[in-house]
């Protein structure tokens, strides 16, 4: 499914994503390319991710994340019929064995 969402223009704005040298260039990027909605949604389901790995049930992940159930639950359908990219990017942060 990954492949059906190629494009030209979506490969340029991964390479630009990827040109990004600091955390504060990511920053400023995305500052100017998403909505204050959209990020917070990212990043909310970045945390759900991470959190579903570790073990935690869906009742905590709500608590601590404010999320849906339905954020969480498409989250984990990600996580196990995806194409691992949370897993690869948690494994190339550490966090993840």
Request: hydrophobic letters at 40%.
């Amino acid at each position: 499914m990954a492949n059906m969402r190629r494009s030209d223009d979506a490969d340029s704005l991964f390479q630009a994503i990827l040109s990004l040298e600091s955390v504060d260039e990511c920053y400023d990027f995305f500052d100017d390319l998403c909505t204050v909605p959209e990020m917070k949604s990212f990043i909310q389901r970045y945390k759900v991710a991470k959190l579903l790995l570790q073990g935690e049930v869906y009742s905590d992940i709500v608590a601590e994340t404010g999320a849906s159930t339905a954020t969480i639950s498409r989250v984990n359908r990600s996580l196990s019929y995806g194409c691992d990219g949370y897993r690869m990017v948690f494994k190339k942060l550490g966090l993840l064995d």
